[in-house]
């Protein structure tokens, strides 16, 4: 889930809801097919996308208008990792069951904060996310924490931004990309992205800019090794890859 930083709600985003994509979206895959036609070697792809999405870009947010807002992304838990976990919890059926149940129960309420943090209802949302905190905390193992925690409190570090706390925001990402290396070994693309809309906020614009890059790196490498993804993997790469090129825009 996405959302433009202090925008008004119908110009927020959803990805992988069903919803419509944004323009951004549509003109990520307008660059790809201009590349395509001009050339299709990868190397000539990277050259010419982020020109046509910035040409694009410019042509719908002229600078007489002002200065349009970071997208900022959402972050959802994903799907109970079964199998990362198999045989270490196959010899405890009823335990397994006690982890599945807590990892449900927190990925439902966070989602149910995203969609109030989009409505603009903090103080609800903060308390979804307290509790979808104490139940990782509390029920899951150590390993299984890593997997869920950062999640949440990425939420939490949007939920500290929109109430003017961008320092406090600042080093609730600092701590998930942490945990993210530990669980992982690599940043998400999400984290690095909501770094820099955080940075950019406390206005180190340099510093802003290095995270929307690195953003961009970790998806370029995620697009090499989905290389003959799905068509709906691929099309959430071309609408997360359009958030990065819009973010760096601004």
Same mark, same amino acid.
């Not at 001009?38 to 982020?50: D, F, I, N, Y």
């Not at 925001?169 to 942490?178: D, F, G, N, T």
């Not at 989905?226 to 890859?241: G, I, K, M």
């Given at each position: 889930?996405?959302?433009p930083?202090?925008?008004?709600?119908?110009?927020?985003?959803?990805?992988?809801?069903?919803?419509?994509?944004?323009?951004?979206?549509?003109?990520?895959?307008?660059?790809?097919?201009?590349?395509?036609q001009?050339?299709?070697?990868?190397?000539?792809?990277?050259?010419?996308?982020?020109r046509?999405?910035?040409?694009?870009?410019?042509?719908?947010?002229?600078p007489r208008?002002?200065?349009?807002?970071h997208?900022w992304?959402?972050?959802?838990?994903?799907?109970?990792?079964?199998?990362?976990?198999?045989?270490?919890?196959n010899?405890?059926?009823?335990?397994?069951l006690?982890?599945?149940?807590?990892?449900?129960?927190?990925?439902? $309420?966070?989602?149910? /904060?995203?969609?109030? &943090?989009?409505? *603009? +209802?903090?103080?609800? =949302?903060? @308390?979804?996310?307290? !509790?979808?905190?104490s139940?990782?905390?509390?029920?899951?193992?150590?390993?299984?924490?890593?997997?869920?925690?950062?999640a949440? $409190?990425?939420?939490l /570090?949007?939920?500290? &931004?929109?109430? *003017? +706390?961008?320092?406090a =925001?600042? @080093?609730?990402?600092? !701590?998930?990309?942490?945990m993210?290396?530990?669980?992982?070994?690599?940043?998400?693309?999400?984290?690095?992205?909501?770094?820099?809309?955080?940075n950019?906020?406390?206005r180190?614009?340099?510093?802003?800019?290095?995270?929307?890059?690195?953003a961009?790196?970790?998806?370029?490498?995620?697009?090499?090794v989905?290389?003959?993804?799905?068509?709906?993997?691929?099309?959430?790469?071309?609408?997360?890859?359009a958030?990065?090129?819009?973010?760096?825009?601004?």
């Open positions: 889930y996405t959302a930083i202090a925008a008004a709600p119908a110009s927020r985003l959803l990805l992988g809801s069903g919803e419509p994509l944004s323009q951004q979206t549509a003109s990520s895959m307008l660059c790809k097919k201009t590349a395509a001009e050339g299709s070697s990868k190397a000539h792809l990277e050259e010419v996308a982020p046509a999405f910035l040409a694009d870009w410019l042509a719908h947010n002229p208008s002002g200065y349009p807002k997208i992304v959402f972050a959802d838990i994903s799907l109970f990792p079964a199998a990362d976990f198999q045989s270490r919890l010899a405890d059926v009823v335990r397994r006690e982890y599945e149940a807590a990892w449900l129960e927190a990925a439902s $309420l966070n989602k149910q /904060a995203v969609v109030l &943090l989009i409505r *603009g +209802k903090l103080n609800d =949302a903060a @308390a979804e996310l307290k !509790r979808a905190q139940v990782v905390s509390e029920r899951l193992p150590g390993h299984m924490r890593l997997q869920a925690l950062p949440v $409190l990425s939420n /570090a949007y939920l500290e &931004l929109c109430s *003017g +706390k961008a320092s =925001a600042h @080093a609730q990402i600092e !701590r998930v990309a942490q993210e290396r530990k669980a992982h070994g690599v940043v998400d693309f999400g984290t690095h992205l909501r770094s820099a809309a955080v950019a906020k406390m180190r614009h340099t510093e802003a800019m290095r995270c929307c890059r690195l961009l790196g970790v998806l370029k490498q995620w697009a090499d989905e290389e003959a993804a799905s068509p709906q993997v691929q099309r959430a790469f071309d609408a997360h890859t958030v990065v090129y819009h973010n760096i825009a601004v």
